[in-house]
């Protein structure tokens, strides 16, 4: 009786491994649904161990294949298209015990026009060194810097390129964050602040714009008065009609 119960004790312990190493990575489609309804893909394959996202969509723009690999102790995951590259690592235990989401080393570079297309004067973004924490509720903590390209054209026409980078932090699991030209800051500076369902505010000035605007007007003015203030949603703002 004795050897009866340990041979089935190692019975379990061998099914269960072996269904838990061949687990199928599609197991992955309700987190997927809760987290990132946005995004389409036409077929998940592979297993935990190392899995595949084939054909990933964004608002109708094609990303790519994710590739992930799981190790046990984290979860590495790579993309890359001609317009758009990402990678980094995720802890599933954090999800596993919290329900929390917790990447790190996220890297990311977007250059789609049609991204981009609201907003024809920037011509890249990239995130660099990103780590962040969140759930379906919202934002937790983050660290990590956001660069950006901004195309202006000058008094005969030249483009010029102002390069605008930014901190990101959480606040009432918001994602909010500072941005600023460099390396002369007078050009553009603000903050914003994102939400779970996407909705935005942001508010940005220009010391060199409020300038111009004085001398034209031969009067001093309030560096508070032109200030830009917008709100909207940021899947409406880049994908709406």
């Not at 050897?3 to 992955?28: A, C, D, E, K």
């Not at 590739?67 to 990402?86: G, I, P, Q």
């Not at 009067?219 to 032109?226: D, S």
Request: aromatic share 14%; net charge negative.
């Amino acid at each position: 009786m004795k050897y009866f119960f340990i041979l089935l004790f190692l019975s379990i312990i061998t099914i269960t491994s072996l269904v838990f190493i061949n687990l199928p990575f599609r197991t992955i489609e309700p987190f997927l649904a809760e987290y990132f309804p946005e995004i389409k893909y036409e077929e998940i394959e592979g297993t935990i161990w190392s899995g595949k996202i084939s054909d990933i969509y964004f608002a109708d723009e094609y990303l790519g294949d994710l590739n992930t690999e799981f190790d046990l102790r984290k979860f590495k995951f790579y993309l890359s298209d001609k317009n758009f590259y990402l990678n980094g690592e995720g802890n599933l235990f954090n999800y596993l015990l919290d329900e929390e989401i917790y990447i790190k080393n996220v890297n990311f570079d977007l250059n789609s026009r049609k991204f981009l297309k609201r907003i024809p004067s920037i011509s890249n973004v990239s995130g660099k060194d990103i780590s962040m924490t969140f759930d379906a509720s919202g934002c937790y903590e983050i660290s990590g810097n956001i660069l950006a390209d901004l195309d202006r054209k000058g008094l005969l026409n030249n483009k010029y390129t102002t390069k605008i980078e930014g901190s990101l932090g959480c606040k009432n699991k918001k994602l909010i964050g500072d941005f600023y030209s460099t390396p002369n800051q007078d050009i553009i500076k603000g903050n914003f602040s994102v939400d779970k369902e996407l909705n935005y505010e942001l508010e940005g000035s220009s010391a060199i714009l409020i300038s111009k605007i004085s001398k034209i007007l031969k009067n001093p003015l309030n560096a508070r008065i032109p200030d830009i203030k917008v709100k909207g949603n940021l899947y409406n703002f880049f994908y709406g009609e």
